[in-house]
């Protein structure tokens, strides 16, 4: 089991590490299994499916967590990862028109969803222009245009899978992504979310805890 005492308890997940001995201690001087530039993990929302391992967990010591699982509301969908704090790293792949969010906030699972920021909406386009993987995560916005609301951006923390254009042609109306940068969308805006405004996107972003101190376990 990994759980950060400084996250949510539902933040725990079962990680898989290679260890120089089988001694549970051991755990925390691992090396994780990484899958897709992932680490291979089984979080929360997932481990709530499955009663056995739930009781499993409560036998090795983690009742306070298994009784968390319990109470989870079982999800017709099964994501692949959720967040637990605003600014948790998460997966974005550029090819994909959307991305799918799913927070567990106060033992309730909510789900909205991002646009793709790098869509190219023009008439002569409507495509998105790059293919590739990236790891970005929310922040608090501190440009000065945002000064007076509670506004949130993306930084890029890393790339996954190479960047690759669609078009060896294209303009760059929608600028590539850069590793430590903030994302922007078209003609250079960056990519921002209000979180005072009614939409799902931003009720969900609202709810979730500001930890921004949290080193990245991407």
């Known amino acids: 089991m ?3 005492p400084r996250l949510p308890l539902v933040s725990g997940q079962i ?3 290679i260890t120089t001995s089988n001694d549970p201690a ?5 090396t ?3 899958i897709q530039g992932e680490p ?3 979080h929360a929302v997932r481990i709530a499916h499955f009663a056995p391992l739930i009781e499993q967990l409560r036998g090795d010591g983690y009742a306070e967590y298994a009784q968390t699982l319990s109470s989870l509301p079982l999800s017709k969908e099964k994501p692949a990862r959720v967040q637990c704090y605003l600014e948790q790293p998460f997966v974005m792949d550029m090819s994909f028109r959307r991305h799918s969010l799913f927070a567990i906030v106060s033992d309730k699972i909510l789900s ?4 793709n920021t790098f869509f190219d909406s023009r008439r002569s386009k409507l495509a998105t222009p790059y293919t590739g993987r990236i790891v970005v995560c929310f922040e608090r916005s501190t440009l000065p245009e945002h000064a007076r609301g509670n506004f949130v951006v993306l930084r890029v923390l890393k790339i996954l899978d190479p960047i690759a254009l669609v078009d060896p042609d294209y303009d760059m109306h929608v600028p590539m992504p850069r590793v430590g940068s903030l994302l922007f969308t078209t003609r250079n805006r960056v990519c921002s979310y209000n979180l005072d405004e009614s939409r799902k996107l931003s009720v969900v972003l609202k709810r979730l805890p500001s930890i921004p101190d949290i080193e990245p376990d991407l």
């Open 26 to 30: 051991q755990f925390e001087n691992g």
């Open 112 to 115: 909205s969803f991002l646009v």
């Open 32 to 34: 994780d299994l990484f």
């Open 15 to 17: 990680r898989f590490r």
């Open 2 to 4: 990994h759980i950060d």
């Open 40 to 42: 291979w993990k089984i």
